[in-house]
């Protein structure tokens, strides 16, 4: 018999509704698999299982009752830990926020709650979202399912993991530039950035508020268009979230892309990447040829700035946002004598080296005599990449590209060169400086049984139509039925 943590959020969803199963018995059987899974995989940072069972009871109440429930009532998931949850630790992986308890919940927690979903519990990540392996995290990294040796990516490595290895039925993550799309890859599940402003981001801890984005995690893509439709949408609190209707993604999802003009780039396909991630993704390309897709070659011309770029926007608005935890607003207080050595020791001692690095290099950006020389031009190469794409879209519906250069990298293999590191998000970090929605799906395996995920980027507000491809790839390929075996 399947344990029900091995179906797919959609499936069960059925069979919640058809009263087959109740949430009670779904959540115990998720609870049961984080037990036996969860010391290896080191993806929890917290546990809720009392109030995920009272949830799950309350739902079943409700749906005895003969209620009107959302498709994810019931529905076990989890978040990334730098979602505010109210009444519920919130550390974002960092010293400095340790022990902070949030008054409030952000939006997307609030949806969710109003969607009757049971949270289990908050995820590993990298320390304020930096980092592409979850290794920058103050409780240690997450391994990945698939090779426990390897990293599963970051800065949502916990949210990766835990779908792949069904300690969730889905997962929420934010992505800067790649922190969803990467670890979906490197773990095989299916993950989504949506566009910049399609999901509130109040309540979020803040890394570069120009480039963060919310975005689901599940095993299928139908799984992800649930989770993105319950969360998207105008919010008051939020000035950056857009006015715009969010359509019932699921009644996208059919098989025929006959006539679809994909756009491939040639920027994407570059030295140094893995041959076996070129082969595969290749694969991919022809299979969506032979699905009937229109195959057309574009050109992204300032792909190559995309990484430097980034890491001057990223790193100025982290040093600005970052500058709030001083010891006196929030969370973790060194031991001084004076104000000057308690604001010195408080930062010294709470952050880690990586988002130190990122803080120092964000103020000197940002600072006089320097602004025009990098930040300034970092905006404008930032207005000539999302250009392109805007060209790009005159001639194709959507992009298709790989996500990552490599299949997942041993743990400690890049830590003592972050320049390694940060070229891990040379096909994500475009999408966010553009501000477009890019989803991710398994498109094969690696000589070393690693998986390899297919990114499709779309214009703004396009997410339906990205949905509706990977629907047609997913359902007529067999890659997203492998599991690792944890
Ligand atoms: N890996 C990138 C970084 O380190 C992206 C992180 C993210 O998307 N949060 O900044």
Same mark, same amino acid.
């Given at each position: 018999m399947i344990p029900l943590y091995d179906y797919s959020l959609d499936e069960l969803s059925q069979k919640l509704q058809k009263k087959e199963v109740s949430s009670v018995e779904l959540t115990q059987s998720v609870l049961k698999r984080i037990e036996e899974t969860k010391a290896k995989l080191n993806t929890f940072i917290t546990l809720t299982k009392e109030s995920a069972l009272q949830t799950a009871k309350t739902v079943d109440q409700k749906r005895i009752k003969g209620e009107v429930l959302s498709p994810l009532a019931g529905i076990p998931i989890a978040l990334k830990d730098?979602?505010?949850?109210?009444?519920? $630790?919130?550390?974002?992986?960092? $010293?400095?926020l340790s022990q902070f308890i949030p008054p409030y919940d952000s939006t997307v927690v609030k949806r969710l709650k109003q969607n009757d979903v049971v949270l289990v519990g908050k995820l590993n990540m990298d320390e304020f979202a930096m980092g592409s392996s979850n290794e920058n995290s103050c409780f240690g990294p997450v391994k990945n399912p698939w090779d426990l040796e390897r990293?599963?990516?970051? #800065? #949502?490595?916990? #949210?990766?993991?835990?779908?792949?290895?069904s300690q969730c039925l889905g997962a929420f993550g934010t992505d800067t530039g790649g922190s969803i799309r990467q670890p979906a890859s490197l773990c095989g599940v299916v993950g989504i950035k949506p566009?910049?402003?399609?999901? #509130?981001?109040?309540?979020i801890i803040a890394f570069a508020s120009s480039l963060d984005q919310v975005g689901p995690f599940g095993k299928r893509v139908k799984d992800v268009a649930h989770l993105l439709k319950a969360v998207a949408g105008r919010d008051s609190m939020d000035?950056?979230?857009?006015?715009?209707?969010?359509?019932?993604?699921?009644?996208?999802?059919?098989?025929?892309i006959k006539?679809?003009?994909?756009?491939i780039a040639k920027e994407y396909f570059i030295k140094g990447m893995e041959a076996s991630t070129e082969k595969v993704v290749h694969k991919a390309i022809d299979h969506l040829k032979k699905l009937g897709a229109k195959i057309i070659d574009v050109s992204l011309p300032h792909t190559s700035y995309a990484v430097p770029t980034y890491y001057l926007i990223a790193t100025a608005e982290a040093s600005s946002n970052l500058a709030r935890y001083d010891g006196v607003k929030y969370g973790y207080r060194a031991k001084a004598s004076?104000?000057?050595?308690?604001?010195?020791?408080t930062r010294g001692e709470g952050f880690g080296r990586e988002v130190k690095r990122r803080i120092m290099l964000g103020t000197f950006v940002l600072s006089s005599g320097y602004y025009d020389a990098y930040y300034k031009k970092a905006s404008q190469v930032r207005t000539l990449i999302k250009r392109d794409f805007d060209e790009a879209f005159k001639h194709c519906d959507l992009i298709v590209t790989p996500t990552s250069p490599t299949t997942a990298f041993k743990l400690g293999e890049k830590m003592e060169d972050p320049l390694q590191m940060y070229l891990s998000d040379i096909f994500?970090?475009?999408?966010?400086?553009?501000?477009?929605?890019?989803?991710?799906?398994?498109?094969?395996?690696d000589e070393k049984n690693l998986p390899i995920g297919l990114q499709i980027l779309g214009p703004h507000f396009k997410e339906e139509k990205i949905f509706h491809l990977a629907y047609a790839y997913e359902q007529s390929t067999e890659w997203h039925q492998r599991k690792p075996t944890v």
């Amino acid at each position: 018999m399947i344990p029900l943590y091995d179906y797919s959020l959609d499936e069960l969803s059925q069979k919640l509704q058809k009263k087959e199963v109740s949430s009670v018995e779904l959540t115990q059987s998720v609870l049961k698999r984080i037990e036996e899974t969860k010391a290896k995989l080191n993806t929890f940072i917290t546990l809720t299982k009392e109030s995920a069972l009272q949830t799950a009871k309350t739902v079943d109440q409700k749906r005895i009752k003969g209620e009107v429930l959302s498709p994810l009532a019931g529905i076990p998931i989890a978040l990334k830990d730098i979602f505010l949850t109210q009444g519920i $630790k919130t550390t974002c992986c960092s $010293k400095i926020l340790s022990q902070f308890i949030p008054p409030y919940d952000s939006t997307v927690v609030k949806r969710l709650k109003q969607n009757d979903v049971v949270l289990v519990g908050k995820l590993n990540m990298d320390e304020f979202a930096m980092g592409s392996s979850n290794e920058n995290s103050c409780f240690g990294p997450v391994k990945n399912p698939w090779d426990l040796e390897r990293t599963p990516g970051g #800065s #949502s490595g916990g #949210s990766a993991a835990a779908v792949a290895a069904s300690q969730c039925l889905g997962a929420f993550g934010t992505d800067t530039g790649g922190s969803i799309r990467q670890p979906a890859s490197l773990c095989g599940v299916v993950g989504i950035k949506p566009t910049y402003g399609r999901v #509130s981001r109040y309540g979020i801890i803040a890394f570069a508020s120009s480039l963060d984005q919310v975005g689901p995690f599940g095993k299928r893509v139908k799984d992800v268009a649930h989770l993105l439709k319950a969360v998207a949408g105008r919010d008051s609190m939020d000035s950056t979230s857009a006015d715009m209707k969010v359509p019932d993604y699921t009644q996208f999802l059919t098989k025929d892309i006959k006539g679809l003009k994909i756009g491939i780039a040639k920027e994407y396909f570059i030295k140094g990447m893995e041959a076996s991630t070129e082969k595969v993704v290749h694969k991919a390309i022809d299979h969506l040829k032979k699905l009937g897709a229109k195959i057309i070659d574009v050109s992204l011309p300032h792909t190559s700035y995309a990484v430097p770029t980034y890491y001057l926007i990223a790193t100025a608005e982290a040093s600005s946002n970052l500058a709030r935890y001083d010891g006196v607003k929030y969370g973790y207080r060194a031991k001084a004598s004076t104000l000057q050595e308690m604001y010195r020791k408080t930062r010294g001692e709470g952050f880690g080296r990586e988002v130190k690095r990122r803080i120092m290099l964000g103020t000197f950006v940002l600072s006089s005599g320097y602004y025009d020389a990098y930040y300034k031009k970092a905006s404008q190469v930032r207005t000539l990449i999302k250009r392109d794409f805007d060209e790009a879209f005159k001639h194709c519906d959507l992009i298709v590209t790989p996500t990552s250069p490599t299949t997942a990298f041993k743990l400690g293999e890049k830590m003592e060169d972050p320049l390694q590191m940060y070229l891990s998000d040379i096909f994500t970090i475009s999408a966010n400086l553009a501000g477009l929605p890019g989803l991710v799906l398994p498109c094969g395996f690696d000589e070393k049984n690693l998986p390899i995920g297919l990114q499709i980027l779309g214009p703004h507000f396009k997410e339906e139509k990205i949905f509706h491809l990977a629907y047609a790839y997913e359902q007529s390929t067999e890659w997203h039925q492998r599991k690792p075996t944890v």
